[in-house]
């Protein structure tokens, strides 16, 4: 509730028989010129203006904004509410739990701890895909997701009930992104404050990157670490500079033939190659008028891929016949558009708002495409897909010799995998033929044998996983529809997937299951093998479960380099599957037709994907639908009704949910046997008083890093390998292999995330090399420099051995350090092997401000010099100073480093010094990074 109304903006709407308490934007002067998203801030800090964290110079400094300046003056957004995902909300109320506890220990009211802003969490990224291309796969894959996550749920359930304003979408009902764009979000936010029913934006932090999704219904919110989104929930304001705003003009219409997936790819593509991390992007124009409201979605979700802190478009007649249609009630539709208009809010194409920067796409000319193989940002003409995979494959296929890798970069084509081929027969005069398989030498393409007696060959390149999956598209019915409708036409022309993809559906939501029924397009994607694996995310985060037996087996016995094509958003190496190399992002169609092709090595407009009944020819031409089709089952199969249905319980859950045995009380009664849910260390041994900061003398180095290491890298996912550190510890507490589930399902319980902490089978630590005869080595290891000839060594297990000699460590890293989702592990976990400062080239913005949010300071090479170029190599002891300003109250610019050559260096290394940048940006940050992290800062706050 404002304390403060410097400019007399607080103002009475009446919708209907409703009034509402507004404040007005304005009120303030130069607010007409601004962008839609900094109209939304003003209108926030107009709201929240208390004088001492939001102030009137504030407001006015927005008011006044400068769109060409750099961004320079901080504020305090305060979003109306915190969207979560079980992966990364379970940490979060861990947390909260855990400060119950401390705040208690420090002589305060337990009850205090509770979410003052309401915080909603969808269980999507629990489930896996492991069975799959059968009726009973979606049964059997939820029955596995409880028996695997008993514990979690329990604990959910609890934290259900014994937190306020904090509710829980149960397993099996849909993606957090759709749940919020389909009903979570308002768009306009009415909720009682100090007794006063108010009217205003809605915002939101969500603890997933891809929360910017809802920002296609003109709600801004965008992705946070774990750690943001808890002090959010606690009342704590995001710190924020004002940002560079950059207008993206939408001009045309998508063609025949092209999807939103091509469309987003495209803006991908553009706005990557701009640059506008940390930049809002915001979409203008009369184009943006044609673009359907499940089309804007779709370029919001990939907000995060190319690097922006939200794209948002303006609310307009479309945002309202979205919700209409979605089931919101009359008063709510009203109400946006009411307000939206009184405030300037309401999309006006012929008033261009004022930008930082400008860009234009024709909509008319975008052309089919799909991005890989391990960026989303690496679009390819679906036209040059066959050619540029040649060209890929050869960073991915194993030669034997240096003479080998000559004959894999000739010009030799790679064929498609071989259904029915003879073994023995393959056509090596179409294929390089010295590429070793890994297996005594071996070059040939593998035949294969499946259980049934069927053979075939498999190749690099082969196609052996298939995933509609993904918020970015099954939330859009278009391409939803046009994969349904396609696997129609491929069945009526008798076309059949490859033996040896694997293929999963993965809806958003229970309406995309509706109008698959409603339609019967259900039946045609069942036909070529696509069954409902899950209502959740599924292969996008890695929860693709096994390939196909005989396909695993023939891949790691050969070391084939094979692909997998989903319609998702994120395609990182090492993401998807352990088995697959190479990754692309496709439009739902696609991802059929290439379950059809089979292979990355094809060409869909001279290649066909098979023979009709008569014999003649098919290609994909032949069965691409039309737009008019498309659109005569979305008016003919989607209603109102089938939002209304399916979200009327979206709270309750099934049987399952509601019989889990649910714990009681204010605080959570902690099981010290529990593998899954333990009581988090961050505030062991906390006192009211703060520790002064000081600075790192005597670092080890625990990592050199190259470039783009994302926070898959970093960040503990996917499956727990036998062998590994963490591993052990779930056998060390009685955990069978089978039972081991994936990081994702254990966040709750730090032990086993720190272990699996920089631990990703593709992380490239250059640290490693010295003891492998300079041969590059993936997984998660470093050098042990506390034993005498410094050996190879797991991650976790040598920073035990630092951790115990009482030595600090820090990591080197390359550009875009920390890109990609925004995992809370990522810097929880650098923290807790003991990493004390992160030094690199550039930082992504959720994971620069995550790692200061834990106590790390993250620090930048002086422009243009890397580790390398300045002639570090990781073996040196590392002191910083400079650091023990900011208790002084000061946040200084630079901090010395000095690098000094240790019994480890090459010989007659000298000391290397420079002055690196320090990364701590607001006030905000330097209070967090002083208290020892964001949490602490809460806690003490509250008490």
């Given at each position: 509730?404002?304390?403060?109304?410097?400019?007399?903006?607080?103002?009475?709407?009446?919708?209907?028989?409703t009034?509402?308490?507004?404040?007005?934007?304005?009120?303030?002067?130069?607010?007409?010129?601004?962008?839609?998203?900094?109209?939304?801030?003003?209108?926030?800090?107009?709201?929240t203006?208390?004088?001492?964290?939001?102030?009137?110079a504030?407001?006015?400094?927005?008011?006044?904004?400068?769109?060409?300046?750099?961004?320079?003056?901080?504020?305090?957004?305060?979003?109306?509410?915190?969207?979560?995902?079980?992966?990364?909300?379970?940490?979060?109320?861990?947390?909260?739990?855990?400060?119950?506890?401390?705040?208690?220990?420090?002589?305060?009211?337990?009850?205090k701890?509770?979410?003052?802003?309401?915080?909603?969490?969808?269980?999507?990224?629990?489930v896996?895909?492991?069975?799959?291309?059968?009726?009973?796969?979606?049964?059997?894959?939820?029955?596995?997701?409880?028996?695997?996550?008993?514990?979690?749920?329990?604990?959910?359930?609890?934290?259900?009930?014994?937190?306020n304003?904090?509710?829980?979408?149960?397993?099996?009902t849909?993606?957090?992104?759709?749940?919020?764009?389909?009903?979570?979000?308002?768009?306009?936010?009415?909720?009682?404050?100090?007794?006063?029913?108010?009217?205003?934006?809605?915002?939101?932090?969500?603890?997933?990157?891809h929360?910017?999704m809802?920002?296609?219904?003109?709600?801004?919110?965008?992705?946070?670490?774990?750690?943001?989104?808890?002090?959010?929930?606690?009342?704590?304001?995001?710190?924020?500079?004002?940002?560079?705003v950059?207008?993206?003009?939408?001009?045309?219409e998508?063609?025949a033939?092209?999807?939103?997936?091509?469309?987003?790819?495209?803006i991908t593509?553009?706005?990557?190659?701009?640059?506008?991390?940390?930049?809002?992007?915001?979409?203008?124009?009369?184009?943006?008028?044609?673009?359907?409201?499940?089309?804007?979605?779709?370029?919001?979700?990939?907000?995060?891929?190319?690097?922006?802190?939200?794209?948002?478009?303006?609310?307009?007649?479309?945002?309202?016949?979205?919700?209409?249609?979605?089931?919101?009630d009359?008063?709510?539709?009203?109400?946006?558009?009411?307000?939206?208009?009184?405030?300037?809010?309401?999309?006006?194409?012929?008033?261009?708002?004022?930008?930082?920067?400008?860009?234009?796409?024709?909509?008319?000319?975008?052309?089919?495409?799909?991005?890989?193989?391990?960026?989303?940002?690496?679009?390819?003409?679906?036209?040059?897909?066959?050619?540029?995979?040649?060209?890929?494959?050869?960073?991915?296929?194993?030669?034997?010799?240096?003479?080998?890798l000559?004959?894999?970069?000739?010009k030799?084509?790679?064929?498609?995998?071989?259904?029915?081929?003879?073994?023995?027969?393959?056509?090596h005069?179409?294929?390089?033929?010295?590429?070793?398989?890994?297996?005594?030498?071996?070059?040939?393409?593998?035949?294969?044998?499946?259980?049934?007696?069927?053979s075939?060959?498999?190749?690099?390149?082969?196609?052996?996983?298939?995933?509609?999956?993904?918020?970015?598209?099954?939330?859009?019915?278009?391409?939803?529809?046009?994969?349904?409708?396609?696997?129609?036409?491929?069945?009526?022309?008798?076309?059949?997937?490859?033996?040896?993809?694997?293929?999963?559906?993965?809806?958003?939501?229970?309406?995309?299951?509706?109008?698959?029924?409603?339609s019967?397009?259900?039946?045609?994607?069942?036909?070529?093998?696509?069954?409902?694996?899950?209502?959740?995310?599924t292969?996008?985060?890695?929860?693709?479960?096994p390939?196909?037996?005989?396909?695993?087996?023939a891949v790691?016995?050969?070391?084939?380099?094979?692909?997998?094509?989903?319609?998702?958003?994120?395609?990182?190496e090492?993401?998807?599957?352990?088995d697959?190399?190479?990754?692309?992002?496709?439009?739902?169609?696609?991802?059929?037709?290439?379950?059809?092709?089979?292979?990355?090595?094809?060409?869909?407009?001279?290649?066909?994907?098979?023979?009709?009944?008569a014999?003649?020819?098919?290609?994909?031409?032949?069965i691409?639908?039309?737009?008019?089709?498309?659109?005569?089952?979305?008016?003919s199969?989607?209603?109102?009704?089938?939002?209304?249905?399916?979200y009327?319980?979206?709270?309750?859950?099934d049987?399952?949910?509601?019989?889990?045995p649910?714990?009681?009380?204010?605080?959570?009664?902690?099981?010290?046997?529990?593998?899954y849910?333990?009581?988090?260390?961050y505030?062991?041994?906390?006192?009211?008083?703060?520790?002064?900061?000081?600075?790192?003398?005597?670092?080890?180095?625990?990592?050199?890093?190259?470039?783009s290491?994302?926070?898959?890298?970093?960040s503990?996912?996917?499956?727990i390998?036998?062998?590994?550190?963490?591993?052990?510890?779930?056998?060390?507490?009685?955990?069978r292999?089978?039972?081991?589930?994936?990081?994702?399902?254990?966040?709750?319980?730090?032990?086993?995330?720190?272990?699996?902490?920089?631990?990703?089978?593709?992380?490239?630590?250059?640290?490693?090399?010295?003891?492998?005869?300079?041969?590059?080595?993936?997984?998660?290891?470093?050098?042990?420099?506390?034993?005498?000839?410094?050996?190879?060594?797991?991650?976790?297990?040598?920073?035990?051995?630092?951790?115990?000699?009482?030595?600090?460590?820090?990591?080197?890293?390359?550009?875009?350090?920390?890109?990609?989702?925004?995992r809370?592990?990522?810097?929880?976990?650098?923290?807790?092997?003991?990493?004390?400062?992160v030094?690199?080239?550039?930082?992504?913005?959720?994971h620069?401000?995550?790692?200061?949010?834990?106590?790390?300071?993250?620090?930048q090479?002086?422009?243009g010099?890397?580790?390398?170029?300045l002639?570090?190599?990781?073996?040196?002891?590392?002191?910083?100073?400079g650091?023990?300003?900011?208790?002084?109250?000061?946040?200084?610019?630079?901090?010395?480093?000095?690098?000094?050559?240790?019994?480890?260096?090459?010989?007659?290394?000298?000391?290397?010094?420079?002055?690196?940048?320090?990364?701590?940006?607001?006030?905000?940050?330097?209070?967090?990074?002083?208290?020892?992290?964001?949490?602490?800062?809460?806690?003490?706050?509250?008490?």
């Amino acid at each position: 509730m404002s304390t403060v109304n410097s400019f007399g903006a607080k103002s009475t709407l009446t919708v209907g028989s409703t009034d509402y308490e507004i404040f007005r934007i304005d009120t303030v002067p130069g607010f007409d010129k601004l962008p839609f998203s900094l109209k939304v801030l003003l209108e926030n800090l107009l709201r929240t203006e208390d004088g001492a964290n939001v102030t009137k110079a504030q407001i006015e400094a927005l008011g006044s904004w400068d769109a060409t300046a750099e961004p320079n003056t901080e504020i305090q957004f305060s979003p109306a509410r915190v969207v979560m995902q079980d992966f990364t909300g379970v940490p979060c109320i861990v947390d909260l739990a855990t400060m119950r506890e401390a705040v208690t220990a420090l002589g305060g009211d337990p009850n205090k701890i509770n979410p003052l802003s309401p915080a909603e969490m969808v269980i999507d990224h629990s489930v896996i895909a492991d069975l799959f291309g059968s009726e009973n796969a979606l049964e059997r894959n939820v029955e596995i997701e409880y028996e695997r996550n008993g514990e979690r749920y329990q604990f959910l359930r609890w934290g259900q009930t014994a937190f306020n304003d904090f509710k829980v979408v149960p397993p099996g009902t849909g993606i957090v992104h759709q749940v919020n764009i389909e009903h979570l979000a308002k768009v306009i936010y009415d909720r009682t404050n100090g007794g006063v029913l108010q009217a205003y934006p809605d915002t939101c932090v969500g603890t997933d990157s891809h929360t910017t999704m809802v920002n296609g219904l003109g709600v801004l919110g965008w992705g946070v670490g774990g750690i943001e989104a808890e002090a959010a929930m606690l009342g704590q304001p995001v710190s924020m500079l004002i940002p560079r705003v950059v207008g993206f003009k939408l001009t045309g219409e998508i063609p025949a033939g092209v999807t939103a997936t091509d469309v987003v790819l495209t803006i991908t593509d553009m706005l990557r190659k701009h640059g506008v991390v940390g930049k809002f992007v915001e979409f203008y124009g009369a184009g943006v008028a044609s673009v359907p409201l499940a089309n804007r979605a779709t370029i919001g979700n990939m907000s995060p891929e190319f690097g922006s802190t939200a794209a948002i478009f303006p609310i307009d007649d479309v945002t309202t016949e979205y919700l209409r249609l979605t089931g919101r009630d009359d008063q709510a539709v009203a109400l946006v558009e009411e307000y939206a208009k009184l405030q300037g809010l309401w999309h006006d194409a012929d008033n261009e708002p004022v930008f930082s920067e400008y860009m234009e796409l024709d909509l008319g000319t975008v052309v089919p495409s799909i991005a890989g193989p391990k960026r989303p940002q690496d679009r390819i003409l679906l036209s040059e897909a066959k050619s540029q995979f040649e060209q890929d494959i050869v960073n991915y296929a194993t030669p034997s010799t240096s003479d080998d890798l000559v004959d894999l970069e000739s010009k030799h084509s790679f064929p498609a995998s071989d259904p029915g081929a003879v073994p023995g027969e393959e056509d090596h005069d179409t294929r390089p033929v010295h590429i070793s398989s890994g297996v005594n030498g071996s070059s040939k393409p593998v035949p294969v044998t499946t259980p049934d007696g069927e053979s075939y060959i498999l190749d690099h390149g082969a196609v052996t996983l298939a995933a509609i999956t993904s918020c970015t598209n099954t939330s859009n019915p278009s391409v939803m529809i046009a994969a349904g409708l396609l696997a129609r036409k491929a069945r009526e022309k008798g076309l059949k997937q490859k033996p040896w993809v694997k293929t999963t559906l993965g809806p958003g939501s229970k309406v995309v299951t509706d109008y698959y029924e409603k339609s019967g397009l259900d039946k045609d994607l069942e036909g070529l093998g696509f069954y409902t694996v899950g209502y959740g995310c599924t292969i996008c985060i890695g929860n693709s479960g096994p390939l196909i037996d005989e396909v695993s087996a023939a891949v790691n016995d050969h070391d084939l380099a094979v692909t997998a094509v989903l319609s998702g958003n994120r395609n990182f190496e090492g993401r998807i599957s352990p088995d697959v190399k190479m990754n692309y992002l496709a439009s739902p169609p696609l991802v059929v037709a290439y379950a059809l092709a089979g292979s990355m090595h094809f060409d869909f407009e001279a290649d066909a994907l098979g023979t009709d009944q008569a014999g003649n020819d098919v290609f994909l031409k032949d069965i691409w639908p039309a737009p008019g089709e498309i659109q005569d089952i979305i008016d003919s199969s989607i209603s109102r009704e089938q939002f209304i249905k399916q979200y009327a319980t979206v709270f309750d859950g099934d049987e399952r949910w509601t019989s889990l045995p649910t714990p009681t009380g204010p605080i959570f009664e902690w099981d010290d046997n529990s593998t899954y849910v333990r009581k988090a260390p961050y505030f062991d041994g906390m006192s009211m008083d703060l520790t002064p900061v000081s600075d790192i003398t005597g670092a080890r180095v625990m990592a050199t890093l190259g470039d783009s290491v994302t926070t898959d890298h970093i960040s503990p996912a996917g499956n727990i390998k036998i062998g590994t550190p963490a591993a052990k510890y779930l056998e060390e507490h009685g955990v069978r292999q089978k039972d081991f589930n994936s990081f994702g399902s254990r966040r709750g319980n730090h032990e086993v995330m720190i272990r699996g902490t920089f631990a990703n089978i593709r992380l490239k630590n250059q640290l490693v090399r010295a003891v492998n005869d300079g041969a590059e080595v993936e997984g998660g290891f470093t050098r042990d420099f506390t034993q005498p000839d410094a050996p190879q060594s797991f991650i976790f297990d040598a920073c035990q051995n630092y951790a115990a000699e009482g030595t600090p460590l820090v990591v080197f890293g390359g550009k875009e350090y920390g890109s990609g989702s925004s995992r809370d592990w990522a810097a929880k976990g650098t923290s807790l092997l003991g990493v004390k400062a992160v030094i690199t080239e550039s930082f992504e913005r959720i994971h620069r401000s995550n790692l200061i949010g834990m106590g790390v300071v993250p620090l930048q090479f002086p422009a243009g010099e890397s580790w390398e170029s300045l002639g570090l190599d990781g073996t040196e002891i590392v002191s910083i100073t400079g650091l023990e300003e900011l208790n002084n109250g000061n946040t200084p610019k630079t901090v010395r480093v000095s690098a000094e050559p240790s019994e480890h260096s090459p010989e007659g290394k000298q000391t290397i010094e420079f002055d690196a940048v320090v990364r701590i940006d607001t006030p905000g940050e330097a209070d967090y990074y002083r208290n020892g992290g964001i949490l602490q800062y809460v806690l003490r706050s509250l008490v």
